[in-house]
Structures are given as C-alpha cells and as structure tokens.
T-cell receptor
Framework: AQKVTQAQTEISVVEKEDVTLDCVYE???????LFWYKQPPSGELVFLIR??????QNEISGRYSWNFQKSTSSFNFTITASQVVDSAVYFC??????????????FGTGTRLLVSP | GAVVSQHPSWVICKSGTSVKIECRSL??????MFWYRQFPKQSLMLMAT?????????EQGVEKDKFLINHASLTLSTLTVTSAHPEDSSFYIC?????????????FGSGTRLTVV
C-alpha cells in the first residue's frame, strides 16, 4: 500500500533562510508520481511540483528545488530565501500509475512552515 | 489551465439536514473525481473515487449512505452529506483527473468548509 511520511510537523525560520521539507514514501509500484502542494490558510491546494518516478533528474524552479532519491524513497523540497508569504502547510503526495492514468493521491500529514520577518 | 469550480465555499447547516457540494470541471472533462475530507490541522483523507456514469468507490470506514456521490456527467460531480451531524463538520475538497493527465495530473476545487450546528 502507498504511504507518505512527513516527519517534520512544524518548521519555523526567519525570512531569507533556506528551508528543506522532508518526505519519505512507500510504494510497490515501479511507476509512480510524487507531488508537493502548498495549502495557505484559505484552504485551497496550490500545486508546486510533480516528479515522475522514471525521471531521476532533480530540478530547480525559481526559489523551489527538489531532490528525488529513489534509492532511499525520499522526495525532499527546498525553498531558497524564504519569504513570509511562504508560510503555509506543505503536503507531499504520492500517486501510483495505472493504465488509465493517475490513481488516487495519498497525502502525507503535512509540514507547517512559519516564516517570520 | 484546467479549473475545477467548487460550491459552496462554506456552509453552515443545522444538525439533521442535508448539504450538497458541487464540483464542476471547466474547459475539460473529468473522467474521475476524488473527494477528500480534511479535519482541522490534519491531512487530506480520501473519502471516495467516482467515475462518470458509474457508482463511486468508497474508502474503508466511509459510510456510502451518508456521503452520497453522484458523477452523472463528465463535468459535474456532487457530494451530498445526508443527515449531517456536528462530527461531519470539516473541510471537503474535490479533485479531478482530466483525460490526458495534464501537467498537473490533478486539479483541485477550492474546498467547502462545512459547519454543522
């Protein structure tokens, strides 16, 4: 069965610090997708990044970067030069692939990030 | 990009009444809709998966007679909370998977905050 673990419940940083959010996952599938979402206080889920299991290249997008390590089943997410507006709950999620496309998303428990001025 | 319109964004109802939540996919066809529930400071838990034209598949522990899901068309899925009680107060959010999978894989509605008094 799929499982996503976010061990960090809450992280507090000061603006401009870099912060890394940890995510460890479990799956029996060889093809799967990993996601990071941001949930601000308003509640809506904001898509941040998606990683395909068959693509092991790590990427950077603006202030966001991610480190996908298949060997350790980890998918960590880094925000560089954090800003107050980054304060939110961040969810890591996993979807196993199927012939019809993406399967259901399984979410981790979330990490609350507090960025203070 | 793909948009899922979810209504209402918040609702307060009396105990024992029923509440209907709608999710409409705009500009794309949602073959599959996922319904999640999120209690305060907790993660998103999948309640059920619905495919257009067929019965929904409920997760273990979710009462199908209490949470009625209808996915009658490729653009509309509804969740009805029947005989709501205070313990049903939660944040409900839908997520559509479009035919092509798209860049994001999933598109989320903005959520409905249900309060039962």
């Amino acid at each position: 069965a799929q499982k996503v673990t976010q061990a960090q419940t809450e992280i507090s940083v000061v603006e401009k610090e870099d912060v890394t959010l940890d995510c460890v996952y479990e799956t029996r599938d060889t093809t799967y997708y990993l996601f990071w979402y941001k949930q601000p206080p308003s509640g809506e889920l904001v898509f941040l990044i998606r990683q395909n299991s068959f693509d092991e290249q790590n990427e950077i997008s603006g202030r966001y970067s991610w480190n996908f390590q298949k060997s350790t089943s980890s998918f960590n997410f880094t925000i560089t030069a954090s800003q107050v507006v980054d304060s939110a709950v961040y969810f890591c999620a996993l979807s196993e692939a199927a012939n019809t496309g993406f399967q259901k998303l399984v979410f981790g428990t979330g990490t609350r990030l507090l960025v203070s001025p | 990009g793909a948009v899922v319109s979810q209504h209402p964004s918040w609702v307060i109802c009396k105990s024992g009444t029923s509440v209907k939540i709608e999710c409409r996919s705009l500009d794309f066809q949602a073959t599959t809709m996922f319904w999640y529930r999120q209690f305060p400071k907790q993660s998103l838990m999948l309640m059920a998966t619905s495919n257009e034209g067929s019965k929904a598949t409920y997760e273990q522990g979710v009462e199908k007679d209490k949470f009625l899901i209808n996915h009658a068309s490729l653009t509309l899925s509804t969740l009805t909370v029947t005989s709501a009680h205070p313990e049903d107060s939660s944040f409900y959010i839908c997520s559509a998977r479009d035919l092509a999978g798209a860049r994001y894989g999933y598109t989320f509605g903005s959520g409905t905050r249900l309060t039962v008094v």
